[in-house]
C-alpha cells in the first residue's frame, strides 16, 4: 500500500439542479481557495476551468449533487458528484463534440460538447464512473509535480 498523502484542505460545495444563478460560483470558491494556499496560477488556472466545466454538468444534467476540493501535499482533487440520472455509455458522452444539452442550455451557449474534453485536457489524471439510475463520480487530478507543502 503506498503511503497516504497527508490532507491539507477539503472543501465540500453543494451544487443544486437547473440553479443558473449560482452556477459557477463554486469554481470561483475554488479559485480563492487555491490562491490563497499560494498555489501557482497555472494550477489555479486549471482547477478553474476543470471545476467551472464540472459544475455546469452537474447543473446542467443531474438531480444535484456536489463538488468536493480536496487538496494534498502533492496534488489538487476535484470530485463531482450527484444524485442521478447517470450516464449509460461514458466513452460516448466523452467525445467531443456530442451534447444533449437542451435548447434552453444552448441558447446559453452551453451545448459545445467540449466540456468534458476540457476537464480531461486540463487533468493529469482523469475517471469518471457512473451508474444509471445511482449517479456519476468524476474525478480530476492536478498533480503539483514537486510537492507544494
Ligand atoms: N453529471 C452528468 N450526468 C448525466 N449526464 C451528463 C453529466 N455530465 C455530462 N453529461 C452528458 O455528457 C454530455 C457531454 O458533456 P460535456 O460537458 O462534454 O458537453 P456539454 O455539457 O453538452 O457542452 P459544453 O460543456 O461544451 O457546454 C452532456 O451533454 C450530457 O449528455
Ligand atoms: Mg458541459
Known amino acids: 500500500m503506498p503511503p497516504r498523502t497527508p490532507l491539507v484542505l477539503r472543501r465540500i460545495?453543494?451544487?443544486?439542479p437547473r440553479d443558473l444563478e449560482q452556477?459557477?460560483?463554486?469554481?470561483?470558491?475554488v479559485r480563492r481557495e487555491l490562491l490563497a494556499l499560494g498555489m501557482s496560477p497555472n494550477v489555479v488556472r486549471r482547477a478553474?476551468?476543470?471545476?467551472?466545466?464540472?459544475?455546469?454538468?452537474i447543473v446542467l444534467?443531474?438531480?444535484?449533487?456536489r463538488v468536493i476540493?480536496?487538496?494534498k501535499e502533492d496534488r489538487v482533487e476535484l470530485l463531482?458528484?450527484?444524485d442521478g440520472p447517470g450516464i449509460a455509455?461514458?466513452?460516448?458522452?466523452?467525445?467531443?463534440?456530442?451534447?444533449?444539452?437542451?435548447?434552453?442550455?444552448?441558447e446559453l451557449g452551453f451545448g459545445a460538447g467540449l466540456g468534458i474534453n476540457n476537464m480531461e485536457q486540463?487533468?493529469?489524471?482523469?475517471?469518471i464512473r457512473s451508474r444509471v439510475g445511482e449517479g456519476t463520480v468524476v474525478r480530476a487530478t492536478i498533480l503539483l509535480g514537486v510537492p507544494f507543502f
Do not use: K
Open 89 to 106: 455509455d461514458v466513452e460516448l458522452v466523452s467525445q467531443p463534440g456530442y451534447s444533449t444539452a437542451p435548447d434552453w442550455a444552448r
Open 122 to 127: 486540463n487533468s493529469d489524471l482523469f475517471e
Open 48 to 57: 478553474s476551468v476543470i471545476c467551472f466545466e464540472g459544475e455546469m454538468n
Open 13 to 16: 460545495y453543494p451544487v443544486a
Open 69 to 71: 476540493l480536496l487538496v
Open 80 to 82: 463531482f458528484s450527484d
Open 23 to 29: 452556477a459557477g460560483t463554486v469554481s470561483t470558491e
Open 61 to 65: 444534467y443531474s438531480h444535484g449533487g
